[in-house]
Each structure stands twice: as C-alpha cells, then as structure tokens.
C-alpha cells in the first residue's frame, strides 16, 4: 500500500471528487482531505492510499494535471518528523535560586 499527498487541491474538492479522479487509475482504499483545525475549512490538499502499482500510475498522470483550475501536486507521502517531548523548554535542566 502506498500513500500519496495530493496538494494544490481546490477548497471545493469533495472526498468524492478527489475518489472519482484517482478511481480512474486504480482502486482507492482511503482518502483524507485536511481541514485547518480551528475553523474547519479546507487546507487545499490531502492523502490517498492506493495500492503500490495504482499509485504509481496516478502519480504519473495526475501530477501537474489541472483539476478545478488548480494544478495539482502528487507525490508519495513522506513521514512527518514528530519532535520529541511537547513544546520544549529550553533544556537548561532545573532551576536554582
């Protein structure tokens, strides 16, 4: 299974529409469209999980392909880099007074 980011999406792109683009390629095991967290709109791109073969194909003929006047980004999804322990802090180890 290969996971794809799909960017530069327009902000009217439906779960649907983005099934019905990358359905022509291959089978669609999941989508996910991203939505800013505090208000819920669109963040204009998102992930398709395909079957390795499948998204190859739709990468190389969806890439750069125009879909409701946007040109879209696809590529292979890359892990995020989560860092490690919330926030930080400084490090500077415990205070003395």
Known sequence: MTKLFVGNL???ATEDSVRALFAEH???ETIALIN???TGRPRGFGFVEMSNADASRAMQALDGKD????ALKVNEAQARERSG???GGGGRGPRRY
Not at 67 to 70: D, E, S, T, W
């Open 10 to 12: 327009p902000f009217t």
């Open 67 to 70: 879909f409701g006047g946007r």
């Open 26 to 28: 291959g089978t669609v």
């Open 85 to 87: 322990g919330g926030g």
């Open 36 to 38: 800013d967290r505090d």
